[in-house]
Each structure stands twice: as structure tokens, then as C-alpha cells.
């Protein structure tokens, strides 16, 4: 199924809306049915395509949320305000309407669930999105492989996925996460408030000799700094790998 | 044309005729790398152009600084769907640093500190197309868009001008890069819009 994830022509199709979810106030889920969808990888995005009624178009990219399931297709959307696809895409497309899209597309930032190497998931913001899709194909395949998100976000308000990040962590021992809040906790916390430092990464993270494979997504800062924490701290750097939300992304 | 979007009309819409298909324009610099950013000391810098018959041509980082250099400004297109324009860069030419080596060969592999690599023809590299870039904006280059020194080759999309560059070995057949094996075009003309195996 998903492994010919990369292969052949990405043709452009035209997906269908099902439902939409929304995931904070400035974030939504966008259910998709896509005829044809050849399968992915959790990691993997898609290219979206809006044209207007004149012709005019534009692209972006969206990483995908889901774990592969058929013809069925989520993406989490982070609407930036200044935007100019990610604001019709939180708000105005409704269940019923088209889509245009194509992918899957990338073949590095991606699990395997065969894959039975200890993983460690960095998160800033709504670069949980493809690192969620890495959880829920592990929940789906029952794997075993043991997983440590940290997923760092300014306030509770700004998680996605709470609850069923919460729900999977709590019936399985191999999947652990920790919440890193930069901007202010929930009410009774006493944990820490603040960027992830090199002390709480090195408490969070696998340790080095357990060779976890890291992927790292977030801001490029973010990025930047975890990625560089983690060499630091006597990761392969061949191990660590990145992908950047940029605020273009528009 | 496309479907349409029921309810779109585009808040960026304005005449650009520099931009390609797809792509949107950009004032910042977003950062994509596949990996941390490799750490690369002066000390240690060398770029390396090795031919199809083994033979090597070596620069350490004082030697490619005596080398003469080019101050160039040009649009750049990522095939993430970003464009800027009018960007101001400072660099050796690869005419230069061909200048003397004897080859036959038609590709080229550009590889790079932290094992990046990417491919493309020979020609794609000479008659004034591409540069060893040291300095963006009057600044040297910050190692996350590719500091000390990255290959730079407008015409494509910028994947093709790897970060951290320290070498290029010239080949008689053309060899698929990084990215190149895992799904990217492997010509990456952004006027024709070939982002992906198959465009």
C-alpha cells in the first residue's frame, strides 16, 4: 500500500470535503475522500491547489494528519492571518466542496511502522501535524515501537489533538508525552514555563545510546534549536531528521 | 484550468511576470533542510571538484576567497511554492573554479557537508548560471541557509543549490541526488514547473 508512496506521476484530484473539525480556534481538520488516493506515509504532505472563478491559482503545502485509511485523507490546518489559502481554508470550505490536491509528496520525513527503532517526535506548534500522523499509524498497526512526543506549544489553548494525544498515552506505556508550555500552563500546573532547554530536552528525549530515530518539526527557530540540542547531546546527526513550517506557508 | 474553489479569490494577486507557475512571493527567507545544520569550521572548509577520471582540484577556504568573486542579484524559486525576488548574493563563478579542469563529463553531483546531495547536468553550471555563494545581503552566510558557502543556481528550484556545499564530482552519467531519489524532478526547471517525478 504505502509504499509506493513516492512512484510515478502526482496527478492532480479532485477531493471531496466530508467533514470539517475544528482543533483550537485558529486551527481546523479538513476530512477529505479522494478517489484514486494512492496511500501514504505518516510525514508525508500534499500540495493544495485554489483557483478562482477568473483562473487565478495558488499553491501550498499541508502536511497530512491521518494515519493511512483508504481513500480517506486529514489535514490539519494553522490559520496564519496574513494568509492567503490558509484563511479560505479554515473558514470558508464548508463540507460538499472540492479540493484540489495532489501527493503524496516527500520520502524522508516519514515512519515506517515496521520500523521498531525508539522514535522521539519533536513538536513546535503545528508541527505536530505530520508527527501526529506518526502516533495514530502506530496506534493503527498496534505497533509496539516505543515513542516519546514532545510537543511544545505557548499555552493549553494552542494544543491540537489534546484528547486523543492524552487517550492514547494513557493505555499504552510505549507511547509517552510531554507537553512543553513556552507561554503559560494549564490552571494547577507546576512544571516548568518556558522554551524547551537543553536540560528538559535531555530529561524528555531517548537518550543517545538508545539511537532513537528524532524527527524534529516546528518553525525553523524551533527546529534550529532542538535540532542542534539533540547533536549536542550526542545524537547522530544522521538520525535527526527536520522539516520546517516557515511563516509563508501562508 | 483548475477546479474552482467555491468562495476563493486570492488576496496576493498582482502582476509578477518573474514569478513561475505555482509560486507566491516571499519577503522573508524560510530555512528547509533535511537534517540539523551541519557545523563547518573555516579551519576545515574545503570544496573539492573531482573529474570523471579521478583527478581532484582542491581549494582550501583561503584559497577560494582569493579566488575572484561576483556580486550577483537574482530571483530564487523553492519548490515549496515560494519565490523572492531580487536577491543579492556574493560568490566565486563555477566558471572560475572550472577554469583548468579538464573533463568530458556531462553531469555533475554537488555534495555537501552533513551528506546532502544533488545532481544536475554539467551545463546547468557554467557560462555565468551558477556560483560558489559566500554572502547573502551583504552578510556572510548564516549557516542555516547554507553558511560558510552553498551552491547557487537560480534557473532551478532552489533544492538544486545545496547548502554547506563542499564539493562537486563531475560524472559521465547523471546520478540522482537526495532529493532526486525520493520523489523530486530531476532537472527541477521551475518554468516548467517540475517539482515531482513525472512533471
Redesign the interface.
Known amino acids: 500500500m504505502a509504499r509506493a508512496?513516492?512512484?510515478?506521476?502526482?496527478i492532480?484530484r479532485?477531493a471531496r470535503v466530508a467533514a470539517v473539525r475544528d482543533e483550537t480556534p485558529t486551527a481546523r481538520t479538513l476530512v477529505l475522500d479522494v478517489d484514486g488516493w494512492p496511500g501514504h506515509l505518516p510525514g508525508q504532505h500534499v500540495?493544495v491547489?485554489?483557483?478562482?472563478?477568473d483562473?487565478?491559482?495558488?499553491?501550498?503545502?499541508y502536511s497530512i494528519a491521518s494515519a493511512p485509511d483508504g481513500t480517506r485523507l486529514e489535514l490539519t490546518v494553522q490559520r496564519l492571518d496574513d494568509g492567503?489559502v490558509s484563511p479560505?481554508l479554515t473558514q470558508?470550505?464548508r463540507p460538499g466542496?472540492?479540493?484540489?490536491l495532489r501527493g503524496p509528496?516527500?520520502?524522508?520525513?516519514v515512519w515506517h511502522p515496521e520500523d521498531a527503532t525508539p522514535v522521539l517526535l519533536a513538536a513546535g506548534g503545528s508541527g505536530v501535524v505530520p508527527l501526529m500522523a506518526m502516533v495514530r499509524t502506530r496506534v493503527a498497526h498496534a505497533s509496539p515501537t516505543p515513542v516519546r512526543l514532545i510537543y511544545s506549544t505557548r499555552t493549553p489553548d494552542t494544543v491540537l489533538y489534546r484528547d486523543e494525544l492524552r487517550q492514547a498515552a494513557a493505555g499504552d506505556p510505549q507511547l509517552r508525552v510531554d507537553l512543553v508550555y513556552t507561554r503559560g500552563g494549564p490552571a494547577g500546573w507546576s512544571g516548568p514555563v518556558g522554551r524547551l532547554d537543553a536540560s528538559r530536552l535531555a530529561t524528555l528525549a531517548w537518550p543517545p545510546g538508545a539511537a532513537p530515530g528524532c524527527f524534529v518539526c516546528g518553525p525553523?527557530g524551533f527546529?534550529?534549536a532542538v535540532?542542534?540540542l539533540?547533536?549536542d547531546q550526542g545524537h547522530d546527526?544522521?538520525r535527526?531528521?527536520?522539516e520546517?513550517f516557515?511563516?509563508?506557508g501562508? | 484550468m483548475g477546479t474552482v474553489s467555491r468562495g476563493f479569490g486570492g488576496r496576493r494577486r498582482r502582476h509578477a511576470p518573474e514569478l513561475p507557475p505555482g509560486q507566491y512571493l516571499v519577503e522573508d527567507f524560510p530555512v528547509l533542510s533535511a537534517g540539523p545544520t551541519p557545523r563547518v569550521d573555516l579551519g576545515d572548509w574545503e570544496f573539492t571538484i573531482a573529474t570523471e577520471t579521478g583527478e581532484r582540484h582542491r581549494w582550501d577556504w583561503a584559497a577560494f576567497r582569493a579566488l575572484p568573486a561576483e556580486s550577483v542579484t537574482v530571483d530564487i524559486h523553492c519548490v515549496t511554492k515560494w519565490s523572492k525576488l531580487g536577491t543579492g548574493w556574493e560568490g566565486v563563478s563555477l566558471d572560475t573554479l572550472m577554469d583548468g579542469v579538464e573533463t568530458s563529463a556531462g553531469f555533475a553531483l554537488a555534495e555537501s557537508y552533513g551528506g546532502y546531495t544533488t545532481n544536475l547536468p554539467l551545463e546547468d553550471l557554467l557560462d555565468g548560471k551558477a556560483w560558489v555563494a559566500f554572502r547573502f545581503d551583504g552578510e556572510d552566510l548564516a549557516p542555516e541557509h547554507g553558511g560558510p558557502a552553498r551552491l547557487l543556481v537560480p534557473h532551478l528550484y532552489f533544492w538544486k543549490s545545496a547548502k554547506w556545499v563542499r564539493g562537486i564530482r563531475l560524472l559521465d552519467s547523471d546520478e540522482p541526488g537526495f532529493w532526486e531519489s525520493l520523489g523530486y524532478h530531476d532537472y527541477g526547471d521551475p518554468w516548467r514547473e517540475q517539482r515531482y517525478w513525472g512533471d
Open positions: 508512496a513516492v512512484l510515478g506521476r502526482l492532480w479532485v500540495d491547489r485554489l483557483t478562482a472563478a483562473g487565478y491559482s495558488t499553491q501550498r503545502s492567503e479560505y470558508v470550505l466542496d472540492p479540493l484540489e509528496i516527500g520520502g524522508w520525513f525553523t527546529v534550529e535540532a542542534n539533540l547533536v546527526p544522521q535527526i531528521r527536520t520546517r516557515g511563516p509563508s501562508g
